[in-house]
């Protein structure tokens, strides 16, 4: 299983927002190859980068800090604001390796067959994120009446074989994951699964690991605010 440290961007900075308010945000770093420098000297061969503002308004204003963590040379897995064909495409020539798509999959999930065709299934994620189960878009802003696991159902159809789930309730409160829904995430579909939400503690990333065992198509886990809070040491949980 693999652990992914988290560097979500916005206005070039890292930031961490409390279950994704953009009212809510706290500034870790300014020059964000900062963190991806100290997450690959830890161990980590993945990073897993959120461009905020592509979230919210559609359009990246990042692709210099996204640049910036390429050249520290740890894989990139990267989402916010892929909405188009064109975006994917930049994103993948400019050396992301693996590109998140959420709200187009979300509205659209046909686009995710064309993705997969123009580029193959595994540098392609289905970002799902969930409030009460219910699909949230546009950056959480928006939530469709939409089931998370039936969304994730309809996007494995169309090829999808790596979906990032998130519970948006948990994201950023370090109150631990929503356990429960991420094993009912695993056991819906065979797509491999990125858990991502309220993760706290090592003992989190333990019980994934647990997890794991009894459902092999649980991937990774992605961590973000419990490695800026100090609470989850990066190089001990790549051991765990």
Known sequence: MIV???IDLRGGRVVRLLQGRADAETVYFHDPSAPARRWKAAGAEWVHVVDLDGAFDGASANREAVSGILETGMKVQLGGGMRSMEDVDKALDAGVSRVVIGTRAAVEPQFVAEL?????????????????????????????EKDALEL????????????????????????GPNFEAQKAMCEAVSCR???????????????????????????GVIT????????????DALKL
């Open 152 to 175: 994730a159902r309809e996007v494995e159809s169309h090829g999808a074989t790596t979906i990032i789930y998130t519970d948006i309730s948990r994201d950023g409160m370090l109150v």
């Open 116 to 144: 997969v065709k123009a580029f193959g299934a595994d540098r392609i994620a289905v970002g799902i994120d969930a409030k009460g189960g219910r699909v949230a878009i546009k950056g959480w802003v928006d939530t469709l």
């Open 224 to 235: 973000g605010k419990a490695l800026y809070e100090g609470k989850i040491d990066l190089h």
């Open 193 to 219: 699964i990125i858990a991502s939400g309220g993760v706290a503690y090592p003992a989190d990333i333990t019980r994934f690991r647990e997890m794991a065992l009894r459902h092999p198509n649980l991937d």
């Open 4 to 6: 992914y440290p988290a």
